[in-house]
């Protein structure tokens, strides 16, 4: 079964600073993968999301990136931190021919 | 821990008894519905799925109820366990699937099982 792992956990920056999260998958190939962010209290919102190896789909317009550098790794990226990027960011996987997304354990980023 | 479900609706329950969480999902012609559980500061965990072309799914202590004439789905929680305690979201996969296969989720419930 495909494992996702995360990290860094937990990660404090300041406002302006740049952004690197990294998510990889195992036990899976050419998987589809997505960025979620939840806000405190609330739902998930999808940020990006990629079907193969430098494929990258943006849901909403915002201050991050994402890039699919190998099959199994993606990144969420930022130049210039905002307050408002605070949130806890998963990282999902679907592996090829499943239905069911499966997510990692999260990173919680707290901009200040 | 991460404060999931700070403005979520909350669920009491009574360790023990049965509960119900619902979900109102918002497009007719999706094919697919999952329910996930997330625990504070972990990423949701995939409970139970069903299928637009079925009612009712069982699992082991869950069932999940599918009503596409309301668009309306349920978790059901059978003897629930303060192991039960969580925050619960549905999820749907509208069309079109070739859209990277997207699930749109549901605000979440927040549960609590008093001992």
């Known amino acids: 079964s495909q494992t996702i792992h995360q990290w860094p956990a937990t990660l404090v920056q300041p406002v302006g600073s740049p952004l690197s999260l990294e998510c990889t998958v195992e036990?899976?190939?050419?998987?589809?993968l997505y960025w979620y962010r939840q806000a405190a209290g609330r739902g998930l919102q999808l940020l990006f999301y990629?079907?193969?190896?430098?494929?990258i789909s943006s849901e909403v317009p915002q201050n991050l990136s994402a890039s699919r550098p190998q099959d199994r790794q993606f990144i969420l990226s930022s130049k210039k931190l905002l307050l408002s990027d605070s949130g806890f960011y998963l990282c999902?996987?679907?592996?090829?021919?499943?239905?069911?997304?499966?997510f990692g354990p999260g990173t919680r980023l707290l901009v200040l | 821990g991460e404060s999931v479900g700070l403005h979520l609706p909350t669920l009491s329950v009574q360790e023990g008894d049965n509960s119900i969480i619902n979900c109102a999902y918002s497009?007719?012609?999706?094919?697919?519905f999952i329910w996930y559980k997330q625990e504070s500061g972990k990423g949701p965990q995939f409970i139970i799925d069903?299928?637009?072309?079925?009612d009712k799914r069982q699992g082991q202590r869950v069932t999940v109820l599918l009503n596409k004439t309301v668009k309306h789905l349920s978790l059901q929680i059978a003897a629930t366990q303060p192991g039960d305690s969580a925050v619960y979201f549905c999820?749907?996969?509208?069309?079109?699937?070739?859209?990277?296969?997207?699930?749109?989720f549901g605000g979440g419930t927040r549960v609590l099982v008093k001992p």
């Open positions: 999902a996987c679907l592996g090829t021919g499943k239905e069911t997304q499966y």
């Open positions: 036990g899976t190939s050419n998987p589809n």
């Open positions: 990629s079907v193969g190896i430098g494929q």
């Open positions: 497009n007719s012609a999706s094919d697919y």
């Open positions: 069903i299928r637009s072309n079925m």
């Open positions: 999820a749907e996969r509208p069309p079109p699937r070739a859209a990277g296969n997207k699930l749109t």
